[in-house]
Nanobody, 128 residues
Framework: QVQFVESGGGLVQPGGSLRLSCTAS????????VGWFRQAPGKEREGVSC????????YYADSVKGRFTIIRDNAKSTVYLQMDSLKPEDTATYYC?????????????????????WGQGTQVTVSS
């Protein structure tokens, strides 16, 4: 049975930083494309970043480009999302997910229905 563990969410002031982490038991993340998604209340779940397993390619949504960094630690089979210069509009529940059909991220961003294993989500709130 596959189980994801996400951590690192919390309350932070605008301009602050958080690092989310994602690891899984029963699934070796090193083999697959891993994406981070977020969902704010009343909004669709959107893909914000992705890291490939087959090469070093990554993807960032325009809304987070230059502020978020996705990091893959193969020794720990863990994927991180480093979030800097946070804004109130980054407030959302953040989910990591694995796409076991792909080893490389799409250049257009992670597509929700392609990801077949999901974490439980971690809340990020950016507020003063």
């Amino acid at each position: 049975q596959v189980q994801f563990v996400e951590s690192g969410g919390g309350l932070v002031q605008p301009g602050g930083s958080l690092r989310l982490s994602c690891t899984a038991s029963g699934l070796f993340l090193n083999y697959y494309a891993v994406g981070w998604f977020r969902q704010a209340p009343g909004k669709e779940r959107e893909g914000v970043s992705c890291t490939s397993s087959s090469d070093s390619s990554t993807y960032y949504a325009d809304s987070v480009k230059g502020r978020f960094t996705i990091i893959r630690d193969n020794a720990k089979s863990t994927v991180y999302l480093q979030m800097d210069s946070l804004k109130p509009e980054d407030t959302a529940t953040y989910y990591c997910a694995a796409n076991t059909m792909r080893t490389r991220c799409l250049g257009t961003g992670p597509v929700r229905h392609e990801y077949d294993y999901w974490g439980q989500g971690t809340q990020v709130t950016v507020s003063s």
